[in-house]
């Protein structure tokens, strides 16, 4: 199996064959997953190194899992903020990394855009893990692999994701990958949340929680980043819960059974309750376990091929 | 790029003159005696000592006139100097051209202003400076706009920093009322500007980053017209980007404001559409905007509401480009490309005529900055271009005499192709 793509930048434009064929192989590596012996040695030999602008725990973890179950050999290198100084230019920084021979790079940074800047200054593959307030397509991925699981398609899937639309990354992926698929997608949130012209990417907006919850078959509920509050964009995380957080109570009134997602981490209390979090109706823990899974099949596409 | 003395007498004979001080193009030959035009006309007779050269096929315009660019001398001499920044003009055709005051230190000072001049009078073309408006640009006190203008500031602009206090802007629009020269102000309100790193719009929401939304330079344009009404003072507005500052302008010159305003090639020829490539070189401010937003700024330029062509030329060291999108400094370098970009994407589709893409860079800067531009008459200084509207050309890095490369229309195919410029007794082959 071949990929159009060269690189994984985001998923914009990434054509349905490409997403099909990740799932697809991301499926199959789920079973190796559950195996007593987790490891194949399809990547031996290829070097990967993980390149973290920005702090990370749970995507950093996963993608060195991925790695490592696919035996390819990983250097991690993380700079946060005051390494990679002011005015310091990432070409440097990376260039001096791949005169020593690198297949390919995981690449996370504050910034979008970075990781296709980096996609012309190196010969090798480049995969994207989160570039700023852009795209984040192995959370989308992972996503979708988890709805598919639980729905058996994706197809006229109706999906509502709620929160800060307008900073997230995740919602943006979500929304190439899912529309890419076939799926119907709601954003919701306060009007600062939700930024200009979402809806030429063929999205509904809605500012009423309980109108997306009676479309949604599922629910992605993205974490409220903290300093939003400080900025003026929401008066206080005490209210935003008020209007938007996803308690029991309101999902009991949209009386029908929503599947739950969230990338984390969350901020429970804040846009969701502890006991919905944890509810049967989630699946959090599943979108962990598939993220290594897709990660597997990212890694084996573009770099196993060749 | 060869510079050479003009000969006692050269005659040009057969070119196209785009004239527009008399607002005509004809045909004629031109014969230039110790740096003058002695003569003009046609079939003019081959008299003896003269060098002779055929244009047939050629234009002649005069020097364009940039009022705007950025030389970057003193201070920052790893970006452009006034020499490499004269070489960067002779190749676009610019004889005349203005320099911004966001030097290193900056030009408040009648010291820094000459120092322009002095710098100037050592390259074929005539630099003037635009002195600040505050001292160091800080926006708190004006600077001495009186000694500035009379050691040859042409106008005042803190470019860069707008003005963000409304009572300082109004003090320094009453205050230039002395000196008779304008005051402008890069019209951005940088509190609703924010972080924004690019237009608002569905481009910036693809691509994550942080939106200018097109209101930021809109309410700066109309405080600084209704200031400007009330002080009855001279305001030139900088680098209009957006449809709803063109509709303020228009407004005000409806109601018979003498106001002035300019228009980049960039934003003339590029929209926000092109910033997917996340090339920070076309990383600007004010950004690029909308398809709608750059029809409307043709439509400006055409119906006057938009006096002049400026470059905005803004040379800056590769590093602070060849990094992420947040940190890129702003800005591109214009003055080689500006002509052929005109020519290119205005006048090849019929937007403009051919003369009226001259008057935009010629008497129409000239006029809002009052420089004295030699027309094409017997005993004028002899100050003009020769250049192929034509001729199809490749822009490539050999054609860049900036000391910066920072532009994103390397490899564009363009028409109209400087051959020659007539400036300081000097015949510069470029």
């Given at each position: 199996?071949?990929?159009?793509?060269?690189?994984?930048?985001?998923?914009?434009?990434?054509?349905?064959?490409?997403?099909?064929?990740?799932?697809?192989?991301?499926?199959?590596?789920?079973?190796?997953?559950?195996?007593?012996?987790?490891?194949?040695?399809?990547?031996?030999?290829?070097?990967?190194?993980?390149?973290?602008?920005?702090?990370?725990?749970?995507?950093?973890?996963?993608?060195?899992?991925?790695?490592?179950?696919?035996?390819?050999?990983?250097?991690?290198?993380?700079?946060?903020?005051?390494?990679?100084?002011?005015?310091?230019?990432?070409?440097?920084?990376?260039?001096?990394?791949?005169?020593?021979?690198?297949?390919?790079?995981?690449?996370?940074?504050?910034?979008?855009?970075?990781?296709?800047?980096?996609?012309?200054?190196?010969?090798?593959?480049?995969?994207?893990?989160?570039?700023?307030?852009?795209?984040?397509?192995?959370?989308?991925?992972?996503?979708?692999?988890?709805?598919?699981?639980?729905?058996?398609?994706?197809?006229?899937?109706?999906?509502?994701?709620?929160?800060?639309?307008?900073?997230?990354?995740?919602?943006?992926?979500?929304?190439?990958?899912?529309?890419?698929?076939?799926?119907?997608?709601?954003?919701?949130?306060?009007?600062?949340?939700?930024?200009?012209?979402?809806?030429?990417?063929?999205?509904?907006?809605?500012?009423?929680?309980?109108?997306?919850?009676?479309?949604?078959?599922?629910?992605?509920?993205?974490?409220?980043?903290?300093?939003?509050?400080?900025?003026?964009?929401?008066?206080?995380?005490?209210?935003?819960?008020?209007?938007?957080?996803?308690?029991?109570?309101?999902?009991?009134?949209?009386?029908?059974?929503?599947?739950?997602?969230?990338?984390?981490?969350?901020?429970?209390?804040?846009?969701?309750?502890?006991?919905?979090?944890?509810?049967?109706?989630?699946?959090?823990?599943?979108?962990?376990?598939?993220?290594?899974?897709?990660?597997?099949?990212?890694?084996?596409?573009?770099?196993?091929?060749? | 790029?060869?510079?050479?003395?003009?000969?006692?007498?050269?005659?040009?004979?057969?070119?196209?003159?785009?004239?527009?001080?008399?607002?005509?193009?004809?045909?004629?030959?031109?014969?230039?005696?110790?740096?003058?035009?002695?003569?003009?006309?046609?079939?003019?007779?081959?008299?003896?000592?003269?060098?002779?050269?055929?244009?047939?096929?050629?234009?002649?315009?005069?020097?364009l006139?940039d009022?705007h660019a950025h030389?970057?001398?003193?201070?920052?001499?790893?970006?452009?100097?006034?020499?490499?920044g004269?070489?960067a003009a002779?190749a676009g055709?610019f004889?005349?051209v203005?320099?911004?005051?966001?030097?290193?230190?900056?030009?408040?000072?009648?010291?820094?202003?000459?120092?322009?001049?002095?710098?100037?009078?050592?390259?074929?073309?005539?630099?003037?400076?635009?002195?600040?408006?505050?001292?160091?640009?800080?926006?708190?006190?004006?600077?001495?706009?009186?000694?500035?203008?009379?050691?040859?500031?042409?106008?005042?602009?803190?470019?860069?920093?707008?003005?963000?206090?409304?009572?300082?802007?109004?003090?320094?629009?009453?205050?230039?009322?002395?000196?008779?020269?304008?005051?402008?102000?890069?019209?951005?309100?940088?509190?609703?500007?924010?972080?924004?790193?690019?237009?608002?719009?569905?481009?910036?929401?693809?691509?994550?980053?942080?939106?200018?939304?097109?209101?930021?330079?809109?309410?700066?344009?109309?405080?600084?017209?209704?200031?400007?009404?009330?002080?009855?003072?001279?305001?030139?507005?900088?680098h209009?980007?957006?449809?709803?500052?063109?509709?303020?302008?228009?407004?005000?010159?409806?109601?018979?404001?003498?106001?002035?305003?300019?228009?980049t090639p960039h934003h003339l020829c590029?929209?926000?559409?092109?910033?997917?490539?996340?090339?920070?070189n076309?990383?600007v401010?004010?950004?690029?905007?909308?398809?709608?937003?750059?029809?409307?700024?043709?439509?400006?330029?055409?119906?006057?509401?938009?006096?002049?062509i400026a470059t905005d030329h803004a040379p800056?060291?590769?590093?602070?480009?060849?990094?992420?999108?947040?940190?890129?400094?702003?800005g591109m370098i214009g003055l080689e490309t500006a002509l052929a970009l005109v020519?290119?994407?205005?006048?090849?589709?019929?937007?403009?005529?051919?003369?009226?893409?001259?008057?935009?860079?010629?008497?129409?800067?000239?006029?809002?900055?009052?420089?004295?531009?030699?027309?094409?008459?017997?005993?004028?200084?002899?100050?003009?271009?020769?250049?192929?509207?034509?001729?199809?050309?490749?822009?490539?890095?050999?054609?860049i005499?900036s000391?910066s490369?920072n532009t994103p229309f390397?490899?564009?195919?363009?028409?109209?192709?400087?051959?020659?410029?007539?400036?300081?007794?000097?015949?510069?082959?470029?």
């Amino acid at each position: 199996m071949n990929l159009s793509i060269k690189h994984l930048l985001g998923l914009e434009g990434v054509p349905r064959e490409d997403i099909e064929a990740i799932l697809k192989t991301a499926f199959s590596f789920r079973e190796v997953l559950e195996r007593p012996i987790k490891r194949v040695p399809t990547l031996q030999g290829k070097t990967i190194v993980n390149l973290f602008f920005e702090n990370s725990t749970r995507t950093r973890i996963s993608f060195e899992l991925a790695e490592k179950r696919l035996s390819a050999d990983t250097v991690n290198f993380s700079a946060t903020g005051s390494s990679l100084a002011k005015g310091e230019s990432l070409k440097d920084t990376v260039r001096n990394l791949f005169a020593m021979k690198i297949d390919a790079v995981v690449m996370r940074h504050a910034v979008p855009g970075s990781v296709k800047l980096l996609a012309q200054f190196v010969e090798a593959v480049v995969i994207n893990a989160g570039d700023g307030t852009h795209e984040h397509p192995t959370q989308a991925l992972l996503d979708m692999m988890s709805l598919q699981e639980k729905f058996g398609r994706l197809e006229g899937l109706n999906v509502a994701i709620i929160g800060d639309i307008r900073h997230s990354r995740v919602a943006l992926s979500n929304i190439y990958g899912l529309r890419t698929m076939g799926a119907n997608i709601v954003v919701c949130g306060p009007p600062t949340f939700i930024p200009y012209g979402i809806e030429e990417l063929g999205v509904k907006v809605t500012y009423s929680l309980s109108e997306a919850l009676s479309f949604a078959d599922a629910i992605n509920v993205l974490r409220i980043q903290k300093e939003r509050q400080g900025k003026g964009l929401i008066p206080s995380l005490r209210e935003y819960r008020n209007v938007f957080g996803i308690t029991r109570q309101r999902l009991d009134a949209a009386k029908k059974s929503i599947t739950i997602l969230h990338p984390g981490p969350i901020n429970r209390g804040v846009e969701i309750d502890t006991d919905v979090a944890d509810s049967e109706h989630s699946i959090i823990l599943h979108q962990v376990l598939n993220g290594v899974a897709v990660r597997m099949a990212i890694l084996y596409l573009l770099l196993g091929g060749r | 790029m060869q510079i050479k003395n003009l000969p006692h007498k050269i005659l040009f004979k057969n070119a196209q003159i785009v004239d527009p001080f008399q607002e005509k193009v004809y045909q004629a030959d031109i014969l230039l005696e110790k740096g003058k035009i002695r003569s003009i006309g046609t079939n003019l007779s081959v008299e003896n000592n003269v060098v002779v050269e055929s244009l047939a096929g050629l234009t002649i315009a005069p020097g364009l006139v940039d009022i705007h660019a950025h030389l970057r001398e003193p201070g920052y001499e790893a970006a452009e100097t006034i020499a490499s920044g004269a070489q960067a003009a002779l190749a676009g055709g610019f004889t005349k051209v203005c320099c911004m005051p966001n030097t290193e230190p900056c030009l408040d000072t009648q010291e820094t202003v000459r120092f322009v001049y002095k710098k100037a009078e050592e390259t074929p073309i005539e630099v003037y400076p635009i002195a600040a408006i505050t001292k160091g640009r800080k926006g708190e006190e004006l600077t001495e706009m009186v000694e500035l203008a009379e050691v040859g500031a042409v106008a005042f602009s803190d470019d860069g920093n707008p003005l963000q206090k409304a009572q300082m802007m109004r003090n320094a629009l009453e205050y230039a009322r002395l000196t008779g020269k304008p005051i402008i102000n890069h019209a951005e309100d940088l509190d609703l500007k924010g972080d924004g790193l690019m237009h608002e719009g569905i481009v910036s929401t693809q691509l994550g980053l942080p939106g200018n939304p097109a209101l930021a330079e809109e309410l700066m344009v109309y405080r600084d017209l209704r200031l400007a009404e009330f002080t009855q003072a001279r305001l030139h507005i900088p680098h209009v980007s957006t449809a709803g500052a063109v509709e303020l302008i228009r407004q005000a010159k409806t109601r018979g404001q003498a106001v002035t305003a300019e228009v980049t090639p960039h934003h003339l020829c590029l929209t926000d559409e092109y910033l997917r490539t996340f090339d920070t070189n076309a990383k600007v401010s004010p950004p690029l905007r909308t398809e709608a937003d750059r029809q409307a700024l043709i439509a400006g330029l055409r119906d006057g509401t938009l006096d002049a062509i400026a470059t905005d030329h803004a040379p800056h060291v590769i590093d602070t480009k060849e990094t992420s999108f947040d940190l890129a400094s702003s800005g591109m370098i214009g003055l080689e490309t500006a002509l052929a970009l005109v020519l290119t994407k205005l006048v090849v589709p019929a937007h403009l005529t051919l003369l009226q893409a001259i008057k935009l860079l010629t008497v129409n800067p000239a006029r809002i900055l009052n420089l004295q531009l030699p027309s094409f008459k017997e005993g004028a200084e002899a100050n003009f271009i020769v250049f192929d509207p034509e001729e199809w050309w490749v822009f490539s890095r050999k054609d860049i005499y900036s000391r910066s490369q920072n532009t994103p229309f390397l490899g564009m195919e363009l028409t109209g192709r400087v051959k020659a410029v007539i400036t300081k007794s000097h015949h510069v082959i470029i």
